[in-house]
DNA sequence: TCTGAATCGGTATTCAAGTAGCGATATAAA
DNA sequence: TTTATATCGCTACTTGAATACCGATTCAGA
């Protein structure tokens, strides 16, 4: 089901996509048509050279003394990210975490809609935190095979995310953000992204014991 | 200031030494007292070797046939991270992830506790967040600098950060870890680790994008 | 029209990290 | 006591990404 025609793009360059999402956004909104790599990387703080090779893997071919044409950019970074199209997640944990990722703004920039939220807590059941309504975790599987949803965002403590992974999984979610410190382990084809507070807050102290 | 008695440690160990932690930390809940990598790697999901690798950089040595004495690694991946004494932080911004954060449990175990909070609302300011007092903005550079406080956590609205992170290390900050999608630019010396939901959701997307 | 400067786009090099292979060693079992 | 084996720890090797370099292009201004 691998699709050829794409190549593949190198991770650290996916993980700039973003940020340069962001600010083209912002030099579009102060009126340039045209983004040429010396002054995003400056903008950013990146290397200019690397920035222009991230730039020209999204395949819009640049002008010399111009730059990228803005718009046509912005698209093709959003296409190969897959966010040009609409895509439908759930949520799954409504603690205090899975509630502020609710209220979220950056999921509408990237095309990402939460259609529902689960808990295993009962008495959540039937609230609703920043617009989306909690549902008990029995009407999970049935809810995500009908609206096909292939993304979830967990955040449930670490017990119990193995567990709701495979149920996701079986309803046919093909990708998870895991935010609990579990190491899912899940069929070949599913992605799974994990978010750990830890690992930078362990790369800056380090850095500080470090550097005395 | 540095310290070159201290061989620097490739960014991907330090990264995966939090996930060591945890583990180790269970297997000797379970009664091990000794730690093999082989054992590690296949409960992580990690290859053997590398994981070998990283145990190996904590300077301790292993036993063949029996692994790494389990306390004795444990204390040395916490002192290499700096985790084995305590360290104080503040946090600045307390709305919904900035709240999250502060009833986030993982820091204890990382030796961190969040001496102060602060947000630009005065209307919050006064009120309590887990146990932790919420302080008004004017009050932020005085109280980091008689605390002595060296690691900040910046929640606060993208637009207010550059700002915040100025003040932080005019107070004496070193270390920031920075959950707002600006790229904050600090003096040499100051460490900026960011933490962009972006990333691993670009990473995720564009990945299912890809497979069809 | 001519000249210069900024920018793109490709190639080559360097560097860091992950991977592979293998001998050394201590432990457990025969 | 002997033997087999799991594990460590060292030394290449490979891969992937960042960096450096340089020619090609096109636009702005003289």
């Not at 290397?47 to 044409?69: I, N």
């Not at 970074?77 to 609710?102: E, H, K, Q, Y």
Request: glycine fraction near 8%; include cysteine.
């Amino acid at each position: 089901m691998e699709n050829p025609n794409e190549n593949p793009l190198p991770l650290p360059t996916i993980r700039r996509y973003p940020i340069f999402l962001r600010a083209i956004g912002e030099m579009m909104d102060a009126g340039e048509a045209f983004i040429s790599s010396s002054v995003l990387a400056e903008r950013l703080g990146l290397d200019p050279v690397l920035t222009r090779k991230d730039l020209a893997m999204a395949g819009v071919p640049g002008r010399p003394r111009r730059g990228y044409p803005a718009e046509e950019l912005r698209a093709a970074i959003n296409r190969a990210l897959g966010w040009d199209s609409a895509t439908d997640a759930v949520l799954v944990g409504t603690g205090s975490l899975g509630s502020a990722l609710l209220g979220y703004a950056g999921f509408k920039e990237q095309n990402l809609s939460i259609v529902a939220a689960f808990d295993a807590n009962p008495r959540l059941a039937g609230s609703t935190v920043h617009g989306v309504k909690v549902r008990p975790l029995a009407e999970m599987a049935r809810l995500v095979r009908r609206l096909k949803v292939h993304l979830a965002i967990l955040t449930v403590p670490t017990a119990a995310a193995q567990a709701c992974a495979e149920t996701l999984v079986e309803a046919g979610v093909r990708g998870i953000l895991n935010f609990s410190s579990a190491q899912l382990s899940v069929p070949e084809g599913v992605i799974v992204q994990n978010v750990d507070l830890a690992q930078p807050l362990a790369v800056l102290s380090h850095a500080i014991a470090r550097h005395g």
